[in-house]
């Protein structure tokens, strides 16, 4: 029997409001997931971008970004 079929067996022998419930729990569940491979994604493209920077020479000193307010 597959984890499908087994979840389906349960799921029969609950309540209706039961089921609802956990309806509504596999929704979040989904919406979680798809939000923690958006960050993954997020995080694997940044890294990438920034990959070998660290090796680059200074474009600007501090003094170059200060700005003076008079």
């Known amino acids: 029997m597959t984890l499908d079929e087994k979840i ?3 799921v029969r022998k609950l309540p209706y409001s039961f089921q609802e419930e956990l309806f509504n729990f596999i ?3 989904l919406i979680k ?3 923690q ?3 993954e994604w997020a ?3 940044l890294s990438s971008a920034m990959q070998d920077m ?3 020479p200074d474009l600007y ?4 970004i200060k ?3 008079a």
Do not use: G, H, I, R
């Open 61 to 64: 000193s501090e003094s170059d």
């Open 54 to 56: 660290e090796n680059e």
């Open 43 to 45: 995080s694997l493209s």
């Open 33 to 35: 997931a798809e939000q």
């Open 8 to 10: 389906y067996q349960y």
């Open 37 to 39: 491979e958006k960050q």
């Open 27 to 29: 929704q979040y569940l």
């Open 67 to 69: 700005v003076a307010f």
